[in-house]
């Protein structure tokens, strides 16, 4: 027998050893990690003397790979500084050092200690957040060890853009090893990240905005497509808009009112940064007449000339036309040549709708407007 047979055959012999040996090794260091290896009180203490400032929260933990105590800490330093910071204490001889830190700050909601690929190193996992009026981004940051890598899963939701992507957006950085995602996935979806599934049910009230822009694009000029909701849901009982519930119940927003104008058939409701609002008091239905893709772009007045609502918008060079039997959606950048200025005022006083005060059109010039775009247009979606 030669020499390299008797060492295949050791090999075929010793690999399962090696696995009873390494799952013993991994069972011994769970039972040895049921408590943390120093007091909280003691890491509070040596976390403080350590780095000062305001400790906030102290986890104590050890790994399979080491005989050395770590601890990891959230605190904010008594420097002018009010962001919360993430580090790593690591035991060396008698005392301790930073081993690791948080590079990057964002407004951290809590952070935590776990073996989430179950190898007997434990992972730091943070959840923080950032964000302003248009758009919110969750992170979810796991330091490995093993690694000495952070990797940030990122859910980014676009709320300025009602004509934008309905799941967030989600990133990696960086890319995680293979070994690695699917135990990052798991643990991302039990801290409630990458759960918004890509179905969703068109006919939920709960989509209405999205359904909308679905149907009709970010910035229809033409005929649009209008899905009838039960429910008195624009109103209260009385029938004048209200921003209190029970009367809002079922509306997908939750904004407050800006304007409201009742034309007999029909009271007609813009909300801030979200849709223009049609409430049929005979049938007891609501519908979308007009959604903005970008959420500044409310309807800022309401006039009715009797056959079509007009009605300006917030930071935009444009007024709107739309006419309820016809469901013609239109947007006027100009009229009779006359350009419109930003967040245009409109008014129907006389027989006459009125712009910014300035110019005054009778009915014939406004259904005149109307034929020459329809006629140019034709009844098709643009």
């Known amino acids: 027998m030669t020499p390299d047979i008797v060492i295949e055959l050791l090999k075929i012999l010793v690999a399962p050893l090696k696995k009873v040996y390494k799952s013993y090794r991994l069972w011994r260091y769970k039972r040895k990690s049921v408590k943390p290896p120093i007091t909280e009180e003691d890491a509070e203490e040596i976390a403080y003397v350590t780095l000062s400032g305001q400790i906030k929260k102290v986890i ?20 002018e500084d009010y962001a919360t910071r993430i580090v790593i204490l690591e035991q060396v001889g008698e005392s301790y050092r930073i081993r690791w830190k948080m590079e990057y700050q964002t407004s951290i909601v809590d952070f935590e200690v776990e073996d989430i690929d179950k190898d007997g190193t434990q992972e730091i996992i943070i959840r923080s957040l950032t964000g302003g009026t248009g758009s919110t981004t969750s992170f979810l940051t796991v330091y490995s060890q093993r690694y000495n890598v952070s990797y940030t899963i990122s859910e980014t939701r676009d709320r300025q853009n009602l004509a934008g992507p309905i799941i967030p957006q989600i990133e990696f950085d960086p890319e995680p090893p293979s070994d690695l995602k699917n135990a990052l ?13 890509p179905q969703i049910d068109w006919n939920d009230v709960r989509y209405a905005i999205e359904r909308w822009h679905h149907d009709n694009g970010p910035n229809p000029d033409g005929k649009i497509n209008a899905i009838f909701y039960d429910g008195q849901s624009p109103v209260s009982s009385s029938g004048v808009p209200s921003d209190s519930e029970p009367s809002r119940k079922n509306l997908p927003f939750s904004s407050s009112i800006i304007k409201s104008h009742d034309d007999g058939k029909i009271i007609w409701i813009s909300y801030f940064k979200n849709p223009l609002v049609g409430y049929i008091k005979d049938s007891n239905k609501w ?20 056959k079509r ?9 444009a007024i709107y036309s739309f006419q309820f039997d016809t469901m013609q959606l239109h947007r006027h950048r100009s009229i009779y040549d006359i350009n419109f200025e930003m967040d245009s005022t409109v008014s129907y006083k006389n027989g006459r709708l009125h712009i910014n005060e300035s110019i005054s059109l009778a009915q014939n010039e406004l259904d005149e407007v109307i034929r020459k775009i329809e006629e140019a247009t034709g009844p098709k979606k643009t």
């Open 60 to 79: 104590s933990y050890r790994n399979i790979v080491s005989k050395k105590n770590y601890i990891a800490v959230s605190y904010k330093p008594n420097e």
């Open 185 to 197: 996935e798991r643990c991302a979806v039990k801290r409630g990240f990458l759960t918004s599934r």
């Open 287 to 306: 519908f979308i007449a007009y959604s903005p893709s970008n959420f500044y772009e409310w309807a800022c007045s309401l006039a009715y000339d009797g």
């Open 309 to 317: 609502l007009w009605f300006g918008v917030h930071a935009l060079e």
